[in-house]
C-alpha cells in the first residue's frame, strides 16, 4: 500500500469511527456537556464535519493563516449545523474534497514541509498536515467515548 492509499484510508476509517460513537450517544445526550463545562458530542461533530477542510486549504496557501476573524467564521458557519445528521453531511462532502486532493498529489510531494507556528516542530511535512483530519477525528471519538461513561454508558462497543 502506498503512502496516500494509507492516508486515504486512516482518514476515512477514523471519520467513520467518529461519527459511530457519536450515534451510539443517546439523543438527550448529544448536546450534554460534562460539569457544564465541557465539549458536548454535537460540538465535536461540527468540529469533524469542519476538519478536512484545514489540511488541504493549508498545502494549496503553502503556508499556515489564522486569525481571530478567521476563527469566528469557522465557529459561525460550525453553529448553523444543528444534529449529527447535519454534521455528517458536511463532513462527508468535505472529507469527498479532501480525498480528491489528496489523490491529486504526487506522493514526493508528501516530504515537502510547511512552517506551521505551533508544536516543537515548527515545520510539518505535507503528510502531517494532510493527516490532521484524521487525527482529530480519532481524538473526538476518544472524547465521545469518555462522555458516554459519564452519563453512564460503560459498554465497550
Not at 25 to 52: H, I, N, T, Y
Not at 148 to 157: F, K, N, R, S, V
Amino acid at each position: 500500500m502506498k503512502a496516500k492509499e494509507f492516508l486515504i484510508s486512516e482518514t476515512l476509517r477514523a471519520t467513520d469511527s467518529f461519527f459511530e460513537a457519536a450515534r451510539r450517544v443517546p439523543a438527550d445526550k448529544v448536546d450534554w456537556k460534562p460539569l457544564d463545562l465541557g465539549r458536548s458530542v454535537l460540538d465535536q461533530a461540527r468540529e469533524c464535519a469542519q476538519s478536512p477542510t484545514w489540511g488541504a486549504s493549508v498545502v494549496k496557501a503553502g503556508r499556515f493563516e489564522w486569525n481571530q476573524e478567521m476563527f469566528e467564521a469557522a465557529r459561525r458557519e460550525r453553529e448553523q449545523w444543528t444534529t449529527l445528521d447535519e454534521c455528517e453531511a458536511v463532513c462527508k462532502k468535505n472529507l469527498a474534497d479532501l480525498v480528491s486532493f489528496i489523490e491529486g498529489l504526487d506522493e514526493a510531494e508528501f516530504e515537502k514541509t510547511i512552517e506551521i507556528p505551533f508544536g516543537k516542530n515548527p515545520n510539518w511535512r505535507v503528510i502531517d498536515i494532510l493527516h490532521l483530519h484524521a487525527w482529530n477525528a480519532t481524538y473526538h471519538t476518544g472524547q465521545v467515548n469518555y462522555i458516554q461513561t459519564l452519563y453512564g454508558d460503560t459498554a465497550m462497543q
